[in-house]
């Protein structure tokens, strides 16, 4: 059975206004703090110096990125606990999850809470 994390097309709206809103749009690939080239709205896999996209491919691009993280988290999180995370929160992890990736987020102690049925742990 698919679980319902998602949380629908408004939920995903406000994960692209939000986390796009943080992120910033730089069209132009650059090295972000740590030295890894990043373009768009944060995007690090397979950027190279040099590279440059319209603000429809980076938005195309970012929206591609934020469903392979939210399915991602759909396989982390344990399922009864879809229903409890409120919309705002799960963006919040969506954000999370989508800066340090889905490795360290399968890792986690927020994860890890979250699935002990910690939510206020895991916030």
Same mark, same amino acid.
């Given at each position: 059975?698919?679980?319902?994390?998602?949380?629908?097309a408004a939920a995903?709206?406000?994960?692209?206004?939000?986390?796009?809103?943080?992120?910033?749009?730089?069209?132009?690939?650059?090295?972000?703090?740590?030295?890894?080239?990043?373009?768009?709205?944060?995007?690090?896999?397979? =950027?190279? %110096? *040099?590279?440059?996209?319209?603000?429809?491919?980076? $938005?195309?691009?970012? +929206?591609?990125? #934020?469903?392979?993280?939210?399915?991602?988290?759909?396989?982390?999180?344990?399922?009864?606990?879809?229903?409890l995370i409120p919309?705002?929160?799960?963006?919040?992890?969506?954000?999370?999850?989508?800066? =340090?990736? %889905? *490795?360290?987020?399968?890792?986690?102690?927020?994860? $890890?809470?979250?699935? +002990?049925?910690? #939510?206020?742990g895991a916030c």
């Open positions: 059975m698919r679980k319902v994390l998602k949380r629908g995903t709206t406000l994960a692209l206004s939000f986390i796009g809103g943080n992120e910033g749009l730089k069209t132009e690939a650059y090295l972000d703090i740590v030295g890894v080239p990043t373009v768009c709205f944060g995007e690090t896999r397979g =950027v190279a %110096l *040099g590279d440059s996209y319209t603000p429809a491919e980076c $938005r195309a691009m970012f +929206a591609d990125r #934020l469903a392979e993280v939210e399915a991602g988290l759909d396989r982390l999180i344990a399922d009864p606990l879809e229903a919309a705002r929160s799960y963006v919040a992890i969506l954000d999370w999850a989508y800066n =340090v990736g %889905l *490795g360290a987020a399968a890792r986690s102690t927020l994860i $890890r809470k979250l699935n +002990a049925g910690d #939510l206020r």
